[in-house]
């Protein structure tokens, strides 16, 4: 149980286009997910907090409007690099917290999303 | 949220106990410590997570001294698929509960 997708798992773009990243959680709810990013040899940076049916929250020093982040379901959420450009290629990580979960704030990461931008 | 220190980078011989140690000097009184571990190019896995004085689970035990300032990840006879990133966490709550990443330690086990 408490499974987490990504889709895709890896894309390769040209610069100036979009690239849409999906978060679902497989086999449980979950009313807050969350999107990282992850540079080579670094650790996770949090960009956002996706909150279903609210708009998300941007840590500081992320262009949400760079960044769209759309949390439709209690199973799905989506993050649109828009107008991508080389610097954002990066590792994105999604992980979602189960609203019946036991263990606190246990948040469970989906696999990543490699994307390259020519 | 609390600050946690760790040590960047650890080796250990496959077959020894490998225990890593956090500091978290400012931790509140409803903060947990949760420990994740991650493989190169993936999302990382929740281990461990405790309050206070010990926790065992069928990977890992936690050790939290009375004070809560720091807490000791140990793994038992570690092998070559045990090096990764380990990262020690203290999400607070009240903010989103988020979680935060520190640097980690890169554990690098040995043959």
Redesign the interface.
């Known amino acids: 149980g408490a499974v987490v997708s990504q889709h895709p798992s890896w894309v390769i773009c040209k610069s100036g286009t979009s690239v849409k990243i999906e978060c679902r959680s497989l086999d449980f709810q979950a009313t807050t997910m969350f999107w990282y990013r992850q540079f080579p040899k670094q650790s996770l940076m949090l960009m956002a907090t996706s909150n279903e049916g609210s708009k998300a929250t941007y840590e500081q020093g992320v262009e949400k409007d760079k960044f769209l982040i759309n949390h439709a379901s209690l199973t799905l959420s989506t993050l649109t690099v828009t107008s991508a450009h080389p610097e954002d290629s990066s590792f994105y990580i999604c992980s979602a917290r189960d609203i019946a979960g036991v263990i606190y704030n246990e948040q469970f990461f989906g696999p990543g999303t490699r994307l390259t931008v020519l | 949220l609390a600050k946690t220190t760790q040590p960047i980078s650890m080796d250990s011989y496959e077959g020894q106990e490998v225990n890593i140690t956090c500091s978290h000097n400012n931790i509140a009184t409803n903060d947990?410590i949760?420990w994740?571990q991650?493989f190169p190019?993936?999302?990382?896995?929740?281990i461990i997570?405790g309050y206070k004085t010990k926790v065992t689970n069928e990977v890992a035990s936690l050790f939290i001294p009375a004070d809560r300032k720091s807490s000791t990840l140990s793994l038992p006879r570690v092998s070559l698929s045990d090096t990764a990133v380990y990262?020690c966490l203290v999400?607070a709550r009240g903010r989103?509960?988020?979680?935060?990443?520190?640097?980690?330690t890169r554990l690098h086990i040995l043959p």
Do not use: L
Not at chain 2, 41 to 46: E, V
Not at chain 2, 96 to 104: A, P, R, S
């Open positions: 947990y949760t994740y991650q190019s993936q999302g990382p896995r929740f997570q990262y999400p989103d509960d988020k979680i935060i990443f520190g640097k980690g």
